[in-house]
Nanobody
Framework: QVQLRESGGGSVQAGGSLRLSCSPSGSPGKINFMAWFRQTPGTEREAVAA????????FYADTVRDRFTISRDSGVNTLYLQMYSLKPEDTAMYYC?????????????????WGQGTQVTVSA
């Protein structure tokens, strides 16, 4: 079993920055993929970014490319999402996801392990 815990959410004004963190625990040793998703009430969970943990290759949704950076510090086994130039439409609950194997990185059903989420609110 793998447990994921997110942190770093908060409220910022448009144009501001935030960094989210996700710390896995339990048995995270064989995780090969980690990702960030976001969701607003009444909508489907949306992929933001993902990273192949061994190669470090990142994947981004078009809506956040060039504004967000996903990274992982293997030394502390923590996943990050650095968010720049935040917009009101980035407001959502952000979730960390992980799994040992991922077929399609942007599909939520691909991931078996999820955190509880951290809220990001961007005001105009």
């Amino acid at each position: 079993q793998v447990q994921l815990r997110e942190s770093g959410g908060g409220s910022v004004q448009a144009g501001g920055s935030l960094r989210l963190s996700c710390s896995p625990s339990g048995s995270p040793g064989k995780i090969n993929f980690m990702a960030w998703f976001r969701q607003t009430p009444g909508t489907e969970r949306e992929a933001v970014a993902a990273i192949a943990t061994h190669s470090g290759v990142p994947f981004y949704a078009d809506t956040v490319r060039d504004r967000f950076t996903i990274s992982r510090d293997s030394g502390v086994n923590t996943l990050y999402l650095q968010m720049y130039s935040l917009k009101p439409e980035d407001t959502a609950m952000y979730y960390c996801a992980a799994d040992f194997y991922v077929g399609t990185w942007y599909l939520p059903r691909t991931y078996n392990y999820w955190g509880q989420g951290t809220q990001v609110t961007v005001s105009a």
